[in-house]
Structures are given as structure tokens and as C-alpha cells.
T-cell receptor, first 114, second 114 residues
Framework: SQTIHQWPATLVQPVGSPLSLECTVE??????LYWYRQAAGRGLQLLFY??????ISSEVPQNLSASRPQDRQFILSSKKLLLSDSGFYLC???FGGGTSYEQYFGPGTRLTVT | GDSVTQMEGPVTLSEEAFLTINCTYT??????LFWYVQYPGEGLQLLLK?????DKGSNKGFEATYRKETTSFHLEKGSVQVSDSAVYFC?????????????FGQGTELSVKP
């Protein structure tokens, strides 16, 4: 069976500091990978998605970036955090080449920028 | 473009009441439809899905039927429990969307009182 991990679970960072959030998937190969942000009381905003190693598509221009150095690893980064980067960050995966594209979500990282 | 519209929340019900959360969609092609549930502080969990018209998805007492003629996928449960209190998201996956992206509704918060 497949599992998805995210860490850290919670993070408090000062404005202007760097960020690195990691997501890994086990039990499948060549998944599609996704990063979402959820602001308090709001819906989901897709930030990045990837259909393969080194292939990153950005949905929203911002000071965040994503990388996929390995098949089942997806990293979200920032060089300098802003207050507006606070939120709940969710990683998700789906079967690459699938037909219904349901996504499976990780437990999330709660980021507070102070 | 594709979109999903859910009824506004919060929805407050008494235990054992009947639940309906409305969801309508617009899509270019023939999408797959999903309901996700998010408990406080957690990631999203796939609740049920339907991949073609007239399909009925069901899980844990929840049901939703893919109605192409009304472009709807309403979530129903005959008797809600306090443990069903969560935020529910309707979503679609259009095969014409690159990367298997999901389009989410804004979410509907459900609160069930004992």
C-alpha cells in the first residue's frame, strides 16, 4: 500500500528566514505530486505540481519554489518567508498516467511566520 | 474554465439528522468527481468518488450520485453523527487538465451537535 509523509508537522519561522518542507511517497513509482496551501478558514490553493523528476509546474507566482530531486520526493522552499506565507501546507500524490486522478493527501505542515 | 461550487457553510445539524451538501460543477470534458473530508488539523481524506454519469459513490454511510444532466454531485447521509463534524470538499478531475489537477470547491463546514 502507499503512504505519504510530510515533515515537519509544525513550524514557526521569523519573517525573512528560509523554508524547506519535505514530502515523500512510499509504495508507488512515478507518481504525480502536488503542493497545496490552505489559509485559515479558506479553501485549497494549488501551488505546484510535478509529473516527473525535475518537472515542476507553478500555478501561482510567489516567493515559493518547488523541486523534485527524486521520483518520490517533493520539496517546497523559500529563500525569504513573508507573513502571508503562514498557512497549512499539504502535499498530495496521484497515480501517474491514471484515468480518474484521485489524489491522496499527507498530514500537512502548519507554518506560522512571525 | 472548470469550476466547482459548493453550498455555503457552516451547516449545523443535530445528531441523526439527514445531511445534504450541494455541489455543482462546470467542466470541459467528462470529469471524475470526488468528495473529500478534512477533520480539524488533518489532511484531506478521499471519502468517495464517481467516474462517469449515473455512478453512485458511497463510503461510511455517505453517498453521492454523478448527475450529468444537472451537473451535480450532492453529498448525502441519512443519519449524521457527532464524529462527522468536519469540512467537506467537492472536487473534479477533468481529463483535459494537464498533470491530473483537481479543481476543488471552497469547502463546507459541518457541525453536528449531540
Amino acid at each position: 500500500s502507499q503512504t505519504i509523509h510530510q515533515w515537519p508537522a509544525t513550524l514557526v519561522q521569523p519573517v525573512g528566514s528560509p523554508l524547506s518542507l519535505e514530502c515523500t511517497v512510499e509504495g508507488t513509482s512515478n507518481p504525480n505530486l502536488y503542493w497545496y496551501r490552505q489559509a485559515a478558514g479558506r479553501g485549497l490553493q494549488l501551488l505546484f505540481y510535478s509529473v516527473g523528476i525535475g518537472q515542476i509546474s507553478s500555478e501561482v507566482p510567489q516567493n515559493l519554489s518547488a523541486s523534485r530531486p527524486q521520483d518520490r520526493q517533493f520539496i517546497l522552499s523559500s529563500k525569504k518567508l513573508l507573513l502571508s506565507d503562514s498557512g497549512f501546507y499539504l502535499c498530495a500524490w496521484s497515480f501517474g498516467g491514471g484515468t480518474s486522478y484521485e489524489q491522496y493527501f499527507g498530514p500537512g505542515t502548519r507554518l506560522t511566520v512571525t | 474554465g472548470d469550476s466547482v461550487t459548493q453550498m455555503e457553510g457552516p451547516v449545523t445539524l443535530s445528531e441523526e439528522a439527514f445531511l445534504t451538501i450541494n455541489c455543482t460543477y462546470t467542466a470541459t470534458g467528462y470529469p471524475s468527481l470526488f468528495w473529500y473530508v478534512q477533520y480539524p488539523g488533518e489532511g484531506l481524506q478521499l471519502l468517495l468518488k464517481a467516474t462517469k454519469a449515473d455512478d453512485k459513490g458511497s463510503n461510511k454511510g455517505f453517498e453521492a450520485t454523478y448527475r450529468k444532466e444537472t451537473t451535480s454531485f450532492h453529498l448525502e447521509k441519512g443519519s449524521v453523527q457527532v464524529s462527522d463534524s468536519a469540512v467537506y470538499f467537492c472536487a473534479l478531475s477533468d481529463p483535459y487538465n494537464q498533470g491530473g489537477k483537481l479543481i476543488f470547491g471552497q469547502g463546507t463546514e459541518l457541525s453536528v451537535k449531540p
